[in-house]
């Protein structure tokens, strides 16, 4: 964690340039003082802060001395290619730069707003900013494929910008939050001696082209689906697992393509001796790991108090976690003569206790992808019960016990209601 001084400007509202200089010992007194208590208002309204310290006390960008943080305001609409919260943390977590990320006034559920905050290990004057905030962008965008700089607001660029503090209307603040996380200050001089004009010259900071659904992001940015993949499998795979996996993904998604041998990323280039395999596996293993980590983090433990009473409800739950236990499996055949099998669980964990919900297993004589899914969900159900084997048979002797799943909502399609099903089990332990 850094412990040079941080020095800003704060004023009471941004409806006065009148400010006032202050200091704090470190980046993290900083954040503790200015931007980590969350505060309530039905207008967009309260104190600011500016990254930069002032001669005399008027806000404006003739009278700054010097700035001490990189602050990118994440403004993206609904039908940009959405940069998420967790993508950023991952990426300034890879980096190893200290920052704080909080949500702003105008965040939604639906469309993530929020800033990035980044302390200077010393105060860039003037001449010198434009150059080394434009670096630490360029730097962070080679993370996100380039779609950073098409959701940012130009305001990084102007010293004398005010923010406002941790800010949150009442009908919002599901989904608001303000977090810290330590690291090295951006380097000052190395920012400088890269002589970056990345987006200093871009008149526009959005994207009017929607992302086609289920498509990757940009012309090179595979991850976003791979880490659709590493998320459904958080928690219900080990670490070695999931690297197979998503080495596999990459492979039937992009062939020819794949995104851990693109050698545009420094990250995924062979060091000295090593083969192009031997890069691929070590940096989707980085990745892997990085991505589990801030799911590790962040991930909210389920409340594991067993309720036994009757549904309260017959409406389709959300998507959520809770503890269940098998009350039936029924064997059966498909109109083509295939082997299936129909699940029953009881919920017996938190607001839904008491729901049942369906899953439908498949096997010898239906088509590969579902004998596939069915082996891949049978085998993480194995393990959760402790069953000696993943067939139909001993699925039974799980029947009351009592397992980790991911209830999923599965949206109705063709006239059908949505409905729920077991979205995963979970075999390791929990968080």
Partial sequence: MSTTAIKFATQNTAETRYVQNRQTQSFRQFYSHFLLNQRISDLKD?????????RVPER???????????????????????????ELEDALIDLNWEHCIYTSYSNTVECPRFRIVLPLDRPAHPEEFLAISAAALEQL????????LKVIDGCWRETA???????????RKAGAISFYNPGKPLD????????????????????????????????AGRSFELNRVLGGMFGSANEDQIVQKI?????????GSEY????????????????????????????????????????????????????????????????????????????????????????VSGEHAGRH????????GTPPTAIKISSEMLEKLKTAANLPTSSFDDVLKAKDVIIHARIKLKTGTGGFPDQNEIGTFFTQPLS
Wanted: glycine residues 6%.
């Fill in 46 to 54: 309260g104190p600011t802060f500016t990254p930069s310290f002032f």
């Fill in 260 to 347: 851990f041998r693109d050698q545009s990323y420094a990250r995924h280039k062979p060091r000295p001796g090593e083969s192009p395999n031997a890069a691929a596996l070590r940096a989707c293993r980085s990745w892997v790991k990085s991505h589990l980590n801030w799911l590790r983090r962040k991930a909210k433990g389920i409340d594991t108090t067993i309720v036994n009473r009757q549904a309260q409800s017959k409406a389709p739950m959300p998507t959520h976690e809770a503890l269940i236990k098998l009350k039936d499996f029924k064997p059966g055949k498909t109109k083509s003569g295939g082997e299936t099998a129909l699940a029953e669980f009881e919920i």
């Fill in 141 to 148: 965008d080679d993370f996100l494929d380039g779609r950073l």
């Fill in 161 to 171: 910008r005010c923010y406002y503090t941790f800010t949150t209307h009442p009908e």
């Fill in 188 to 219: 000052t001089l190395e920012l400088k001696l890269a002589q970056s004009s990345y987006g200093l010259d871009a008149e526009y900071t959005k994207t009017n082209k929607p992302r086609t659904p289920g498509t990757a992001v940009g012309a």
């Fill in 60 to 86: 404006n960008m003739e009278n700054v001395i010097a700035t001490s943080m990189v602050i990118f305001d994440v403004d993206q609409k609904p039908a940009d290619d959405l940069v998420s919260l967790e």
């Fill in 357 to 364: 919900v369906w899953h439908r297993f498949y096997s010898e």
């Fill in 247 to 255: 080495l596999e993904v990459d492979q039937e998604k992009n062939p």
